[in-house]
């Protein structure tokens, strides 16, 4: 292990220069934007606004009807005046995003420009250092994450999840159980990722279905919980696990031995504890659980590939319409009693991921036995090109069924669209009647505030965008659908009235969304939640839809050329389309980030003063403290660090700085304690994605997002307050099991 920390320094008298200075205040900004983003309102002169406006309408970049005439006009009816009857100010306000992507690339940026960095600290970041391999890492795991979200978009997911809940019939805690062991043993193999995307759908359809489920909150962050828990055992699922293993030089083998015992105690030993403690509530989990019957006709329907853009028609968007009540419980009900399975995608991608990762595996273990480094990609990146190479060819064989059923189902979207129009026009025209004399309008950019806090928009600009936004959004099709830029920025859906299943209290006092579980009255306040919603419905029915309203004589521009492009995209290969819109690609520029911030406090002295830290509290602590330590350390910066992925770079240099230490005093540190503070951070990492922040891992970013989409409102609040019990206990059961392995199989 010396040859791989030779090169640290560890200097510590840098830290008083004020460039090293300045580093460490960069690199705590920056991680505060990944957990509170924000915007930065910028004025941007109205005549520079408009001449840029103009200039891309007469290149024909932009259509001007519809992103230039409009704007003019709503920046002249806005800002005519600004309620005291002064001029309107010459500029429109921009609001530029500060999130865990442009955060840590403006901290980079900041410190190459005061020369606290330079290119070593860039290049280590981007190519690596000790053993640490950006590119590589991020290949690896972008080429397995496509093959994994490949056989989710197969469907293989949802229709195993219903074969388990057929298992588990209506016994309540039984089908928790199974759900439970199915997505451990499933995260286990293709990692968390496809877990959150097609589970969590699963479940929020699930409880929706289910009349006596009073709360969806026992499923969801059970599954979230065991998906990340699952995730710790092989150095495929995660990226962390890639990041410690490069760092320290662990075979695969070795990393999955060494992890799987205190992984599985966890698992088992988690459940009972979830099931008779946390979520202990017949309103959570049912001791038996009454399913709404899906009717004969439905059953014999053939399912439809939900990654077809319109593929169910009016259905899709009468569910998302309809959520709250009785026949947006049927549609539903469809989506999980009648699951579409493609079954040929399936095999290949269940063929092509054990090869991938017996292969990756064996060579690993060649590779190390004969002391050489062969990078992981040069298989998973092949790999990843035959499944590709498959799902084209397969959409393309099938692409005259999948392009009807594409056509086919916006035209009855269109059709029941404009049949809506009269019936939205004549109702709000009665509540607005109503309305006149008890409540002030609702402006449609009210309707973009009511979600979180952190989303909300200030400015006119905000309600300049709204419709923008909107026409967005469903040009691609399916407004279900997770892309990367979702991620990054999450918005609600304003198309439908949300309904709120936050639950800031253990009565579980919520708005629950069964029809038949509301018991309460029509209050003034469901009178303007409605007006909310058809004033909703209205402007979407009034706004051009790329996907279903004709151009007309409107000459084609850059963004109508891509939309159509992108439409005979998804038309044409809907499991390539869907699968790369589910890739994480915001990962890639914060990942190189987050490398060269951590690498520029290594050679600024940080990391050393750090491990300096750490080797005191071990030398008076002992093998239990640096396992204690450790894991607590692990769990907090996995929310304070740049999520769990940030962290993993922080501690590996730490860890390395700390054995350079040892080794230069010639006080080489105990087998038993080196590793046991290893894989202490290991668990620490994984299990930090369920603690307190979305933000500790871009997966509660994902899983929160998808939540949302299903008209579930998870709260910052709500998610610490279950995690902190769930995290405390699954830590602590990790911890003690590992503690117990090596002091079994490692000696000092």
């Known amino acids: 292990m010396s040859d791989v920390i030779e090169k640290v320094d560890l200097d510590t008298s840098k830290i008083s220069h004020w460039k090293s200075i300045f580093t460490l205040i960069v690199f705590v900004i920056a991680n505060i934007t990944v957990l509170f983003p924000f915007h930065i309102p910028l004025p941007v002169p109205l005549i520079l606004y408009k001449a840029v406006v103009k200039s891309l309408v007469y290149s024909r970049v932009i259509p001007a009807r519809q992103h230039y005439d409009r704007r003019k006009s709503e920046l002249n009816s806005t800002d005519q005046t600004e309620g005291n009857g002064s001029p309107v100010k010459p500029y429109v306000w921009f609001q530029f995003p500060i999130n865990f992507v442009t955060g840590p690339l403006i901290a980079d940026l900041f410190l190459l420009a005061i020369s606290a960095i330079g290119k070593e600290e860039v290049k280590g970041g981007i190519a690596g250092s000790d053993h640490i391999v950006p590119y590589d890492i991020l290949l690896f795991f972008f080429s397995l994450a496509y093959i994994a979200i490949s056989i989710d978009a197969s469907g293989l997911i949802r229709w195993l999840a219903f074969k388990v809940l057929q298992l588990g019939g209506k016994v309540g805690h039984r089908l928790f159980f199974y759900l439970y062991a199915f997505f451990f043993g499933l995260g286990s193999f293709i990692g968390n990722d496809p877990i959150i995307l097609s589970g969590t759908a699963f479940l929020a359809y699930m409880t929706r279905v289910s009349s006596n489920i009073v709360h969806p909150r026992a499923w969801i962050h059970t599954q979230f919980a065991i998906a990340n828990i699952a995730s710790a055992i092989l150095v495929s699922s995660n990226p962390t696990n ?31 504890f979830l099931l008779y403690i946390v979520f202990a509530n017949e309103s959570l989990i049912p001791s038996s659980i009454e399913m709404h019957e899906l009717d004969a006709e439905a059953r014999a329907r053939k399912p439809i590939n939900p990654n077809i853009p319109f593929g169910r028609g009016t259905a899709g968007e009468e569910e998302k319409r309809l959520a709250s009540n009785e026949a947006g419980q049927q549609l539903s009900l469809e ?11 399936a095999a290949f991608g269940a063929v092509v991921m054990t090869a991938t990762l017996i292969t990756i595996i064996v060579l690993n273990e060649i590779q190390s036995s004969k002391n050489q480094e062969t990078f992981v990609f040069y298989v998973t990146v092949p790999a990843a090109g035959v499944m590709l190479t498959f799902d084209l060819a397969w959409g393309w064989y099938h692409r005259k069924e999948t392009r009807k059923i594409a056509r086919d189902g916006r035209r009855q979207v269109a059709e029941a669209e404009e049949r809506r129009k009269r019936e939205l026009a004549a109702e709000a025209g009665i509540l607005g009647a109503t309305s006149d004399t008890s409540s002030p309008p609702v402006e449609l950019s009210e309707m973009q505030n009511t979600g979180d806090g952190n989303n909300s928009r200030d400015g006119e600009e905000s309600q300049l965008n709204t ?35 936050s639950g800031e209290d253990t009565n579980h006092k919520i708005a629950p969304i069964q029809s038949q579980k509301r018991t309460d009255t029509q209050s003034t306040e469901a009178i303007e939640e409605k007006q909310r919603g058809v004033a909703g419905a209205i402007a979407m029915a009034n706004s051009p839809r790329a996907t279903t309203a004709p151009r007309g004589n409107n000459p084609a521009t850059l963004v109508s050329v891509s939309a159509d492009a992108y439409r005979w995209l998804q038309d044409t290969f809907p499991t390539v389309v869907a699968v790369l819109n589910h890739l994480p690609f915001a990962l890639l520029p914060f990942s190189f980030e987050m490398f060269i911030l951590v690498q520029g406090l290594v050679t600024n002295g940080w990391v050393p003063v750090f491990a300096y830290g750490w080797d005191h509290w071990v030398n008076k602590t002992g093998t239990i403290g640096a396992i204690g330590g450790m894991g607590f350390l692990s769990v907090i910066l996995c929310n304070f660090a740049g999520t769990n992925i940030g962290t993993t770079i922080l501690l590996s240099r730490v860890i390395q700085a700390w054995e350079e230490i040892h080794r230069r005093n010639m006080q080489p540190i105990g087998n038993r304690t080196k590793w046991a503070t290893i894989y202490a ?29 299903k008209h579930i409102r998870v709260r910052g609040f709500e998610f610490a307050r279950v995690n902190l019990p769930i995290i405390s206990v ?16 490692r000696r000092d």
């Open 242 to 272: 890639l990041v410690l293993a490069g760092a320290f030089k662990i075979t695969f083998i070795n990393y999955t031995r060494d992890m799987v015992v205190p992984v599985v105690l966890t698992a088992v030993f988690l459940f009972p």
């Open 335 to 345: 989506e999980i009693m009648n699951p579409f399975l493609d079954k040929a995608g």
């Open 467 to 501: 419709l923008d936004e909107k026409n967005a959004e469903n040009s691609t099709g399916d407004s279900a659908s997770i892309t990367p830029s979702s991620i990054a920025r999450p918005e609600p859906s304003s198309e439908t009235p949300v309904v709120s299943q």
């Open 681 to 709: 951070m290991a668990l620490g990492v994984n299990y930090g994605a369920f603690s307190i922040a979305f933000s500790a891992s871009l997966a509660g970013l994902l899983w929160r997002d998808i939540l949302r989409r």
């Open 730 to 745: 699954a830590m602590t059961i990790g911890l003690v099991a590992l503690l117990g392995e090596v002091y079994i199989f």
